[in-house]
């Protein structure tokens, strides 16, 4: 029997392409893993209503971990035409997979290092490594949504200056979720020799939600002496890391701030070609990189593989396969150090697998 049992979810899209790509480096450093296909991604929603099937939750129950390619999601209005008719007009409403993954199996824990390899042409800055933590499981994306006031939120003072024909969104903090995530930015600053913590926020207007979450984060940085803890508000933090990126360290954030606050941090160390991610719970956690399924290169081996195959070394990381993680992203630093090898976004004409041979072939 192999050592682990790992659910493969490459979904639809480049989701297949680079899943394909990271799965030649992971058969060349021998991991030791049984790999489960799991069906997930658009095709599901359209035939079954549902983009992750009850049956793809139950198999990833009997895995350690999984990895997750990328899928495509539509507007509601697309969404809704696209199902089979036998579906249409049955009450079925499109969730997003990965959100649903991370709420379901409690993957608090977004974790998304951004460094920049010398020599990656798409540098921003030389240098820069920094590595966010995004709480995962609650914030803006707890799925609370309405197109309208629903009527009994009038009984509620303060409700009248919102119209009724407004659209709400609910956004939940708590101090547990705050708690927890900012735990585990310090206790990673902690374990990888990272000097400061800096929180993300936007407490001067958010005063409730964000005042939660930063009163959970000073209470955490003071367990932590030996870290250096500061905070920014969102919008500021925009534009200082843009303007210094040095000055930062560990980030750690709200679930939405994090979202974007990620795309923001992959673009200074090379685009989403290089973001790749680990959704993270006590027990179980999901790899992946941050980019969507880019439907229009679907099946042409063309995009950058690297952001899927740092996901593959995340998820070694997290597997207690340290060593191995260490020379998979050695070969990817030397393949970038020699710039002999490039996909399309870093300048090249090399595709998906070529750059998958290519760090394979440094193993
Ligand atoms: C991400 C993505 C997802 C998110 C989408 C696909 C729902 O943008 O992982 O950052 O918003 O979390
Ligand atoms: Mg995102």
């Known amino acids: 029997m192999a050592k682990y049992k790992i659910a493969w979810l490459p979904g639809d899209g480049v989701g297949i392409d680079v899943t394909d790509a990271a799965k030649i480096v992971l058969d060349r450093i021998g991991l030791d893993a049984e790999y489960i296909h799991g069906d997930i991604g658009w095709e599901f929603w359209r035939t079954e209503g549902e983009a992750l099937p009850q049956r793809t939750l139950a198999m990833m129950k009997g895995t350690d971990c999984a990895f997750f390619g990328a899928i495509t999601s539509k507007g509601k209005d697309v969404a809704d035409k696209e199902l089979v008719p036998e579906l249409q007009g049955k009450g079925y409403s ?185 959704n993270i719970g006590k027990e179980y956690a999901v790899f992946e990189p941050t980019h969507g399924s880019a439907p229009k290169y679907a099946g042409q081996y063309k995009v950058n593989p690297i952001a899927t195959i740092l996901a593959a070394k995340m998820m070694l990381d997290w597997l207690g396969e340290g060593d191995k993680a260490a020379q998979i992203e050695g070969a990817v630093a030397a393949v970038l150090a020699e710039g002999q090898v490039r996909t399309y976004d870093m300048g090249g004409a090399d595709s998906t697998l070529d750059m998958a041979k290519a760090i394979a072939a440094k193993l």
Not at 107 to 117: E, H, V
Not at 254 to 265: P, R
């Open 94 to 278: 499109y969730r997003s997979p990965i959100v649903r993954m991370r709420q379901l199996l409690d993957l608090y824990i977004c974790l998304r290092p951004c460094k920049a390899y010398p020599g990656n042409p798409l540098n921003y800055k030389d240098g820069i490594d920094l590595v966010v933590f995004r709480e995962n499981t609650e914030g803006m994306y707890i799925g609370v949504e309405y197109d309208k006031v629903p009527e009994e939120f009038y009984a509620v003072k303060g409700m009248d200056k919102i119209p009724r024909h407004a659209a709400v969104s609910f956004r939940a903090i708590t101090p547990e979720g705050s708690e927890r995530i900012v735990r585990a930015a310090f206790e990673y600053a902690a374990q990888h020799d990272r000097k400061k913590v800096t929180a993300v926020h936007k407490a001067n207007v958010l005063r409730q939600t964000d005042g939660v979450f930063m009163e959970a984060a000073r209470k955490v940085a003071a367990e932590f002496p030996g870290i250096a803890f500061d905070n920014a508000n969102i919008d500021a933090m925009g534009m200082w890391l843009l303007k210094n990126p040095f000055n930062y360290d560990v980030i750690v954030t709200t679930n939405l701030f994090g979202d974007i606050i990620s795309d923001l941090c992959a673009q200074m160390v090379g685009g989403l070609g290089f973001g790749c991610s680990g």
